[in-house]
């Protein structure tokens, strides 16, 4: 997923090389997927050894999850 976000992140630079900063909403990163017309991922399974294809669907879950996990802190654990 990681390089999902770098192909886009790199696109972005590209069309915008005097920024030193970009920031992007994750719906604009779907509009980008959506664009590509045939986009899936092969995950490995080890306990069949094969790649299993999924859909472009599947990938943004995957990419939401993520980036949500990323932009929100983990919670604290406090001991008492």
């Known amino acids: 997923m990681n390089g999902i976000c770098g192909i886009y992140e790199s696109r972005l630079k590209k069309l915008n090389p005097r920024f030193l900063s970009l920031t992007y909403e994750i719906t604009e990163l779907f509009e980008f997927l959506d664009q590509i017309t ?14 299993i ?19 929100s802190p983990p919670e604290k654990t406090v001991r008492i």
């Open 38 to 51: 045939d986009l899936s991922c092969l995950v490995y399974q080890p306990d069949t050894m094969i790649y």
């Open 53 to 71: 294809p999924f859909n472009k669907e599947w990938i943004k879950e995957k990419l939401y999850i993520q980036l949500r996990c990323q932009a």
